[in-house]
């Protein structure tokens, strides 16, 4: 299956952003971990089967 990788665009980052930023620190990008979540839900795969470009996986499930 060969997919279309699909990202935030820049300004769509900006909205969300704002929405959901709550300034702490973070050992990964909030908009990282945003994308890992949208391929998730896009591909329907398990959370161990997340991407190696994304966060680990465990991060990702954790901010969900």
Do not use: C
């Not at 935030?8 to 990964?28: A, F, G, P």
């Amino acid at each position: 299956m060969n997919e279309t990788v699909r990202e935030l665009t820049d300004s769509q980052w900006e909205v969300i952003e704002k929405i959901i930023d709550d300034q702490r620190k973070r050992w990964h990008s909030l908009r990282e971990i945003v994308n890992a979540i949208f391929s998730i839900n896009r591909t329907g795969a398990q959370w161990r089967e997340l991407d190696t470009k994304y966060p680990p996986w465990q991060s990702v499930y954790y901010r969900t």
